[in-house]
């Protein structure tokens, strides 16, 4: 492997490594560094990819644990989010997505930081209208999870309700992101070539930090890893501005 794929495979771990082990988060690691590296239009696709392979690793050991009536309307509206996001993706600017991409990381992380007093929602209707934002950000960036996660903090979800909700409703739209990518395009060789060579990788980290996630606290990591998506989200915004001044 060139320097490239070799950088690109350790991203992927350690993305796959976090989601494995606190449940949500590869995309938020992934996007970042791998649209710097390698191009968003690529990023996306190929993050799509490794995310819906993470679900469907996880599952295999906890389906039973997956409550998808309580994801349904999640789901419902992100159906109709998702294609807007992938062809807002196909027909973008790539500085102008990467600008809005970073300015995303940075607000979510902030959130996730900072851990604002939040309202309680007693009304599941508001479900619909997050899972459309977390459609158009899943299609155009593959970065779904932050919206449903704020919804379920809103609904005052309890960890185990947060975890068998997300992957119930992570798996059928990661598989709706894969036909979105598909239908527009995105799908290459480059992206499955880098697919294939980073799968060992990914089934290995899902197994490790399955097995880190029986043993450790998330709460001092949770806020390294969002206080280096805050740094991550700056760069990628400025970097964006200056390409296109």
């Given amino acids: 492997m060139d320097s490239i794929a070799v950088i690109t495979v350790i991203i992927i771990f350690a993305a796959t490594f976090i989601q494995s082990a606190f449940g949500f988060g590869s995309a938020l690691i992934m996007m970042p560094f791998l649209t710097v590296l390698i191009g968003i239009k690529i990023a996306v696709p190929l993050a799509a990819l490794i995310a819906t392979t993470i679900h469907i690793s996880i599952l295999l050991y906890k389906w039973r644990e997956v409550d998808l009536s309580a994801a349904l309307r999640l789901i419902i509206a992100s159906v109709i989010g998702i294609p807007l996001g992938a062809y807002l993706l196909r027909m973008g600017n790539e500085q102008y997505l990467k600008f809005f ?37 899943g299609g155009a960036y593959n970065t779904n999870g ?32 894969l036909i979105s990518h598909s239908s527009v395009g995105l799908w290459t060789g480059t992206v499955f070539n880098n697919y ?28 390294y890893i969002y206080t280096f998506l805050v740094i991550t989200g700056i760069s990628i915004a400025v970097e964006s501005i200056l390409k296109v001044i």
């Fill in 101 to 137: 991409l970073g300015l995303m990381i940075i607000i979510f992380s902030l959130f996730f930081l900072l851990k604002p007093a939040l309202p309680f929602l007693k009304n599941e209707k508001y479900a619909y209208f997050f899972g459309f934002i977390a459609g158009i950000l």
């Fill in 196 to 223: 294939l060579i980073a799968l060992p990788f990914v089934l290995a980290a899902v197994w490790m930090g399955g097995k880190l996630n029986e043993r450790i606290s998330p709460g001092k990591f949770d806020k």
């Fill in 146 to 177: 932050p919206p449903v996660v704020i919804y379920g903090s809103l609904r005052r979800w309890n960890p185990a309700t947060f975890r068998t909700t997300l992957q119930g409703y992570f798996f059928p739209t990661g598989l709706l992101l």
